[in-house]
């Protein structure tokens, strides 16, 4: 499977499963006091997670990681937008709230993702026959 199809797959599945944590999960599940907070940054690590996949997947005409390079590029420009997300949530217009642990968790979620789209993307450039 290509990085792309895969990217796209995983993609969608992660966007579900941040569907259903945040409208059926969350409201409806009866959650213990110890995996509260779990929950409450689960979309935030899912979502951090998939930064890289969905910049492959959506961003395939503009801009394709083809080396670790342009993937840290992509992870550091995703951290950043997220990390001003959230400090954006402190102007009390928007009606959000503000938590330290969502940025903890955006970064841990973008460092994951960077980690399995690396060895993807060694993994693919490895498979590719040389060209001369």
Request: aromatic share 14%; net charge positive; glycine share 4%.
């Amino acid at each position: 499977m290509r990085l792309h199809d895969y990217s796209k797959w995983l993609v969608i599945t992660g966007a579900i499963i941040i569907v259903m944590v945040k409208y059926i999960v969350r409201p409806y599940v009866a959650i213990s006091p110890f995996f509260q907070p779990v929950v409450d940054v689960l979309p935030n690590l899912i979502g951090s997670f998939l930064m890289p996949f969905g910049a492959c997947w959506f961003l395939k005409k503009l801009f394709i990681p083809r080396t670790i390079k342009d993937l840290q590029t992509i992870c550091l420009l995703g951290l950043i937008l997220l990390i001003i997300n959230e400090y954006l949530q402190l102007i009390p217009v928007f009606r959000r709230t503000f938590d330290y642990l969502d940025i903890l968790f955006s970064f841990v979620g973008i460092l994951l993702g960077y980690v399995v789209f690396a060895r993807l993307l060694v993994t693919a450039q490895l498979r590719k026959p040389a060209s001369i």
